[in-house]
């Protein structure tokens, strides 16, 4: 069964400080990977997407993702992070045989601070 | 502007009075979904729909009805809601149909069930 882990649910971090949030996912299919940021008291809003090409994707306010095949993962970075970067960040995953599943990790929140 | 609007955003009822979360969008979108998040569980599918008149099962439809009659609104309806259905709600459409399509959600539904 397909299943999408993001191995931690809370980061503090401080301003500038650099952020790496992980995903791994299992499925013996090909797949498509999203990251998601829900700020407070808003819906979801796209960050990234991993379709296919190169494995190093790069979203919105400076984030980015590395694909990596061989150990299923999909880890988010940001090299130096914002107080506005408080918010929670999903990985969401989607598998080719369903095209209209879209599963989401638990969540990571992460807090920065000055 | 492009976006995916729910109403209401707050709610607050009692247990087997029957109520409408509805939903629109403003994007043409033939595929809708509708997702609950819980604390530690991320987002889960209740249902959706690939277009007009077509809508099936996601992970948690157990106590949820959904239509699907015009291509813009795709409401959630709890015919007898319970205290587990307490939760976050989010609608999301996407372009097109296939599993490499991201999802633009609504800013959410917030439902207490006494």
């Known amino acids: 069964a397909q299943s999408v882990t993001q191995l931690d649910s809370q980061v503090p971090v401080f301003e500038e400080a650099p952020v790496e949030l992980r995903c791994n996912y299992s499925s013996s299919v090909s797949v498509y990977l999203f990251w998601y940021v829900q700020y407070p008291n808003q819906g979801l809003q796209l960050l990234l997407k991993?379709?296919?090409?190169?494995?190093l994707v790069k979203g919105i306010n400076g984030f980015e993702a590395e694909f990596n095949k061989s150990q299923t993962s999909f880890h988010l970075r940001k090299p130096s992070v914002h107080i506005s970067d408080t918010a929670e960040y999903f990985c969401?995953?989607?598998?080719?045989?369903?095209?209209?599943?879209?599963?989401f990790g638990a969540g990571t929140t992460v807090t920065v601070r000055a | 502007e492009a976006q995916v609007t729910q109403n209401p955003r707050y709610l607050i009822t009692v247990t087997g009075k029957k109520l409408t979360v509805t939903c629109s969008q403003n994007?043409?979108?033939?595929?809708m979904s509708w997702y609950r998040q819980d604390p530690g569980l991320g987002l889960r599918q209740i249902y959706y729909s690939m277009n007009v008149e077509v809508t099936d099962k996601g992970d948690v439809p157990e106590g949820y009805k959904v239509s699907r009659k015009e291509k813009r609104n795709f409401p959630l309806i709890l015919e007898s809601p319970s205290p587990n259905q307490t939760s976050l709600y989010f609608c999301?459409?996407?372009?097109?149909?296939?599993?490499?399509?991201?999802?633009?959600f609504g800013d959410g539904t917030r439902l207490s069930i006494l």
């Open positions: 994007m043409n979108h033939e595929y």
């Open positions: 969401a995953v989607s598998f080719l045989y369903n095209d209209y599943k879209l599963s």
């Open positions: 991993y379709l296919s090409g190169s494995t």
């Open positions: 999301a459409s996407s372009l097109g149909q296939g599993a490499n399509q991201p999802q633009h």
